[in-house]
């Protein structure tokens, strides 16, 4: 079965500093991976994807994930932390028609 | 309309009230998916239409819990006999079609007291 790992429930960095949040999953074929948003009181919003083809996967808001194969990690970084990018982040891999997330990573950015 | 609207926003319900929560998807998505996104936890997969087909609703965690979407576009989850552990986010989400994005709805805040 398809799952992720997100290794840290809580990120703090302070404004301007780079953002990594990480994620592993296990897949027993070839996964479709996924980084989703939520703000507080708002809808879930797709912030990149991979689908096997490019590695390095660039997505809204300056974000971008690398898919490492040999770690089966797909982290998330950012070079510079914005005050609006404090929200909750969800890592996501599908499994069939089904996506299935991470618990989440709660990313705080001090000023 | 524009995005996926889900209806209502939030929702208060005592304990052994039944309540229905509606999920209008993006016009011509044939997808359709319910989410269920306990406090401080990520969302989880609860049953999924492709039409007015429910192909899957092994997330379903009762009897209790239905969903159907008799025409093939809205969509209505209802939940008899409510319990505290009831308390939830209800997602839902609308894909044009295999391989396509997923958009989400704002979900409902559902509250059993």
């Known amino acids: 079965a398809q799952s992720v790992t997100q290794l840290d429930s809580h990120v703090s960095v302070s404004e301007g500093t780079p953002v990594l949040l990480r994620c592993n999953y296990s897949s027993s074929y070839s996964p479709s991976l996924f980084w989703y948003v939520q703000h507080p009181n708002k809808g879930l919003q797709l912030l990149l994807k991979y689908t096997s083809a490019a590695t390095l996967v660039k997505g809204i808001n300056g974000f971008e994930a690398e898919f490492k194969k040999s770690e089966t990690s797909f982290h998330l970084t950012k070079p510079s932390a914005h005050m609006s990018d404090a929200a909750e982040y969800f890592c996501?891999?599908?499994?069939?028609?089904?996506?299935?997330f991470g618990a989440g990573t709660i990313l705080r950015v001090k000023s | 309309g524009a995005g996926v609207s889900q209806s209502p926003r939030y929702k208060v319900a005592k304990r052994g009230q039944d309540v229905a929560l509606r999920c209008d998807p993006i016009s011509g998505h044939v997808s359709l998916f319910w989410y269920q996104q306990a406090l401080g936890q990520g969302p989880e997969f609860l049953t999924y239409f492709q039409n007015e087909a429910q192909l899957d609703k092994s997330g379903l965690p009762s009897d209790r819990f239905f969903a159907e979407r008799p025409e093939g576009s809205v969509s209505t989850l209802k939940i008899q006999r409510t319990q505290q552990e009831d308390s939830a986010v209800y997602l839902c989400?609308?894909?044009?079609?295999?391989?396509?994005?997923?958009?989400f709805g704002s979900g409902t805040r559902l509250t059993v007291v």
């Open positions: 989400a609308s894909i044009k079609g295999e391989g396509s994005g997923y958009t």
């Open positions: 996501v891999v599908t499994s069939g028609n089904k996506l299935v």
